[in-house]
């Protein structure tokens, strides 16, 4: 079984309260490809620029993702900058560029079309979309957004949302796209739109899930010393999708399951400055967290 990521690979600049960083490998299909593999074979769609490190493509490549589908495009590559400050619970953008990424048409090749696992990362709504059409039988179709494109491509992100499977946001996203001030209420409202399964992203408070047949919450894994939240949304993706592909069935069981590898993934990926920390990972590493964050919950 494998799994295809659209989204983006881009790079970022980051200032926290525990130091500064200038581009770093990022966006969000390589945070979702970093937790993802340790499940799956994952197959990465995405663009970047002519100026794009080479060293970066070998190092994505060294950590087993099929880059057959990686555009390397006449341009500079998408760029973030971003500051946390405070409890770092959310970035204050500083400058965007989307360079070749405005752009973006996602080109695959006939074999990834057979792939029933997909997962749509933060990007425009209409490069989501066109991916999709392109697929032969999806089978499980997860799909991230952000306020941007709710606030300017509202009519597409919901005409998309009819597509899928699992509907991903943080907190703010879920309340801004349903209108709804309760997250119980915003995931039912968000179900009423299409998706089977509507997963909302808490940060530091964890996360829901809602379907029609039953809820679950998990809290987040309990982390010392918060460096760089960049990308933890999509590495918590990643470890979700990832197992849900390797466990070839959506029951509450592997939900829950999945929902834990995400958290302790996430974990992981906090505790340094963009893909740092998660790209030396072994699934080893996952295990013994996940052991630990089961203690947690025992009585």
Known sequence: MSIIVLGTVALDSVKTP???????????????????????????????????????????????????????????????????????????????????????????????????????????????????AKMHSP????????????????????????????????????????????????????????????LIKKGEHGVLFYNKKFIFSLPAYPVEKVIDPTGAGDTFAGGFMGYLTCARKVNSLTIKKALAYGTVAASFNVEDFGLYRTSKLTRGDLERRLTKFKDCFSF
């Open 18 to 132: 525990f130091g500064r960083r200038k581009e770093l490998l990022g966006g969000s299909a390589a945070h979702f490809s970093m937790a993802a593999r340790f499940f799956t074979g994952v197959n990465l769609i995405a663009i970047v620029g002519n100026d794009f490190p080479q060293k970066h493509i070998a190092f994505l490549r060294s950590k087993g993702l099929n880059l057959s589908s990686l555009i390397v495009d006449k341009g500079k590559t998408f760029r973030w900058e971003g500051e946390y400050r405070g409890d770092l619970n959310s970035a204050l953008t500083l400058n965007t560029q989307l360079g070749v990424l405005s752009v973006f048409k996602p080109h695959i090749s006939e074999e990834q079309r057979k792939i029933e696992n997909i997962f749509l990362a933060n990007v425009d709504p209409d490069i989501q979309e066109h991916l999709l």
């Open 139 to 198: 089978k499980l179709v997860g799909l991230d957004s952000m306020n941007y494109w709710i606030n300017t491509k509202r009519k597409e992100l919901i005409k998309l949302l009819k597509h899928i499977d699992i509907y991903v946001a943080n907190d703010q996203e879920a309340r801004t796209l349903s209108g709804e001030t309760n997250l119980i209420k915003a995931a039912r409202c968000l179900c009423s739109l299409g998706p089977r399964m509507v």
